[in-house]
Structure formats: C-alpha cells, structure tokens
C-alpha cells in the first residue's frame, strides 16, 4: 500500500541569491523550501498546519491544500542533477509517497491518510521557484518535459496524518484520466481539443486547470 515518507512544511522567508549575473545579490521571497516534520500533522481544508505560501494566487488554496511527490523520482533527480544531497522536500512537496507516481494516480482519486480524506485535483505545473532554488535555469522545463511532477489533493475531510501513514485509495472515478494523461493533454497535445473538452469536464479537477482548458 502506498506510504507517506516524509510530511514537509515551510514558512515564508525571504532568500539571496548570490551569483546574479551582474553581480549583485538578488532577493526573493518564498515557501518553496520544505522540511520534514515529525509526529502527526493536522490537514485541512487549506493546507497542512505550519505550512505556507508566499503567493496565494497560485498557490495553495481549496484545490491545491498539499502537494504530493513520489519518492521513486528522487534517484533520478539526483543522478541526473548531479546532486546527490538533494533532500526529501526539494521539489517543494509536503507528501513524499511511496508506491505510486503520476501513472498510477488518477484525477478525483479519494486517499484515505490518518484519517483524513485527500482528493487528487491536478498535475503540479511547477513555476519559476524550482528552477531558482536549484539554481538551474530550465529545471521546471525539464519537469514537464519528462512529466516527474507531482500531483495536488484538496482535503476532503479533515485529520492527523504522519509520516508512515499509509494511503488507502477507497474511490477512484475516473481511472483513464492519470496524472500523467492528464499533464500530457495540458502541456503536449494543446491540439487535442476534444482530449482538452473532456479533461476540463472532469467535476474534480481543479478550477485554474479547467479555465485554461476551456
């Protein structure tokens, strides 16, 4: 059965970068760096307690309350990356999962965690702050390229999950409709008008992805 790892949170702070181009220190402010957290974890409907976001407007929120990353993907981050100290929490998820990737989890599936009830809402579309907290340029290309992204849940019913919860899958809607598929339609098959229809008709899938399907 598929198993959380690792529960990470971050707060938002301010960071420097020190090798701008021009020499000068950049500033920027974010929660993308997460960390693990030990003993149980309250979710609800907003997100995970002690966790944060710098910009709400796309980030967090009813449909993105906690972002879900398989730990299968880490081995090839970091070989290809060529750092091999990435740690858990460095695409910026809050659940490190064990058992399943973006082929293997659907849109609307229900997980049951502790007991609370979570809902895959959509593919993570990852923004500029990966590519900035590695350091590497076209990071958040090279993830929806090779589709290693990660998926949203929204809380359906809120509880305590911990570290080495495991995930029940008790509805699974829509079993054509992987993650996976799911970025494929979004980011390389934007010609597919009718895959576009029947995405974005998707009750459970999240209202920023179905707007821009529309």
């Known amino acids: 059965m598929p198993t959380i790892l690792s529960i990470n949170v971050g707060r938002v702070a301010v960071h ?42 796309h980030h967090g929120g009813l449909d993105k309350a906690a972002l879900a990353y398989s730990v299968d993907h880490y081995p090839f981050w970091q070989a290809h990356l060529g750092i091999p100290d990435m740690p858990l929490g460095g695409f910026g998820e809050n659940l490190l999962i064990a058992g399943v990737d973006e082929n293997s989890v659907c849109i609307g599936d229900v997980w049951r965690a502790g007991d609370a009830k979570l809902q895959v809402s959509q593919p ?13 340029q076209d990071l958040a290309q090279q993830v929806v390229a090779n589709g290693k992204s990660g998926w949203y849940l929204r809380v359906l019913v809120g509880g305590t999950i911990s570290a080495g919860s495991e995930m029940e899958l008790i509805e699974r809607p829509y079993p054509a409709w992987t993650v996976a598929r799911a970025s494929q339609v979004m980011h390389h098959r934007q010609n597919d008008l009718t895959l576009a229809a029947e995405l974005a008709a998707l009750p459970e899938l999240s209202a920023s992805w179905k707007a821009t399907l529309k």
């Open 124 to 136: 993570r579309q990852p923004c500029w702050k990966m590519s900035r907290r590695w350091r590497i």
């Open 16 to 57: 420097t970068d020190d090798r701008a181009a021009d020499g000068n220190d950049r500033r920027w402010t974010t929660a993308f760096f997460k960390t693990p957290v030990a003993g149980p974890v309250a979710a609800g409907s907003l997100g995970l307690a002690g966790d944060q976001q710098a910009n709400q407007i």
